[in-house]
C-alpha cells in the first residue's frame, strides 16, 4: 500500500541541466497529474493524463515535458532548468477524472535552481 | 475560468477554540468541492468533499458543507487541537474544465497549547 511515491525529495540543479522528477502509484489510477506548489500561489497544474498514452498541458507547462508508458508511472521532465523552476512538486493519482473522487498526492520532490 | 478564494492566513488559535476557514468559488459547471490538509514536510491529503448542493463533507472533527447559492464551502471545526497546525487547501473539479482539480492559495493554521 505505497500510494503515491515521487523521487527525489530534494534536488538542486544548476541552470540549464536537464532532470527527470519520478512518480509512480500502486493503485492502478487512471488519472494522473503534477502540480508546482510555490508559496502564496497554492498549487497549480503542469501537465495531467486520463490513462496510458495520453498526456495534456495544466495552466503552467512551458518548460516541462511528460509521457504516460504505462498506467503505474507518470515522469515530469525538465529540459533545461530555470531559476523559475525553483518549486515543490507534487505528483497525484486519481481512480478516474470524474468530478467525486479524492486525489491521492505523493509526499513531493523540493527542487531548486542555481 | 474556474478559481477558488480563500482566506489567507496565517490563523493563529488556542487549543479548543472554534475554527473557521472561509472558501468561495467560481466555476463553470457543476463541481464537486473538497477540502485538502497539508502537514509540515508532508504532502497534501483528502480531507473531506462534497459532490453536491447541501451535502455535508465531514472528518476527524472537520464539517463543510456544499452551499450552491452562495458559491461557498467553509470549514469549520468546534475544538481545535495542536496537531490541526496545518496548512488547509479548499479545491474544485469541474466537469466543464475536464474534472481538473483547481485550488485555492491554502491558509495556514497554527494551534498554540
Known amino acids: 500500500n505505497a500510494g503515491v511515491t515521487q523521487t527525489p525529495k530534494f534536488q538542486v540543479l544548476k541552470t540549464g541541466q536537464s532532470m527527470t522528477l519520478q512518480c509512480a502509484q500502486d493503485?492502478?489510477?487512471?488519472?494522473m497529474s503534477w502540480y508546482r506548489q510555490d508559496p502564496g500561489m497554492g498549487l497549480r497544474l503542469i501537465h495531467y493524463?486520463?490513462?496510458?498514452?495520453?498526456?495534456d498541458q495544466g495552466e503552467v507547462p512551458n518548460g516541462y515535458n511528460v509521457s504516460r508508458s504505462t498506467t503505474e508511472d507518470f515522469p515530469l521532465r525538465l529540459l533545461s532548468a530555470a531559476p523559475s523552476q525553483t518549486s515543490v512538486y507534487f505528483c497525484?493519482?486519481?481512480?478516474?477524472?470524474?468530478?467525486?473522487?479524492?486525489?491521492?498526492f505523493g509526499s513531493g520532490t523540493r527542487l531548486t535552481v542555481v | 475560468g474556474d478559481s477558488v478564494t480563500q482566506m489567507e492566513g496565517p490563523v493563529t488559535l488556542s487549543e479548543e477554540a472554534f475554527l473557521t476557514i472561509n472558501c468561495t468559488y467560481t466555476?463553470?459547471?457543476?463541481?464537486?468541492l473538497f477540502w485538502y490538509v497539508q502537514y509540515p514536510g508532508e504532502g497534501l491529503q483528502l480531507l473531506l468533499k462534497?459532490?453536491?448542493?447541501?451535502d455535508k463533507g465531514s472528518n476527524k472533527g472537520f464539517e463543510a458543507t456544499y452551499r450552491k447559492e452562495t458559491t461557498s464551502f467553509h470549514l469549520e471545526k468546534g475544538s481545535v487541537q495542536v496537531s490541526d497546525s496545518a496548512v488547509y487547501f479548499c479545491?474544485?473539479?469541474?466537469?466543464?474544465?475536464?474534472?481538473?482539480?483547481?485550488f485555492g492559495g491554502g491558509t495556514r493554521v497554527l494551534v498554540k497549547p
Open positions: 497525484a493519482s486519481s481512480l478516474s477524472s470524474g468530478t467525486g473522487n479524492g486525489y491521492t
Open positions: 493503485m492502478n489510477h487512471e488519472y
Open positions: 493524463s486520463v490513462g496510458a498514452g495520453i498526456t
Open positions: 466555476a463553470t459547471g457543476y463541481p464537486s
Open positions: 462534497a459532490t453536491k448542493a447541501d
Open positions: 479545491a474544485l473539479s469541474d466537469r466543464a474544465a475536464g474534472n481538473k482539480l483547481t
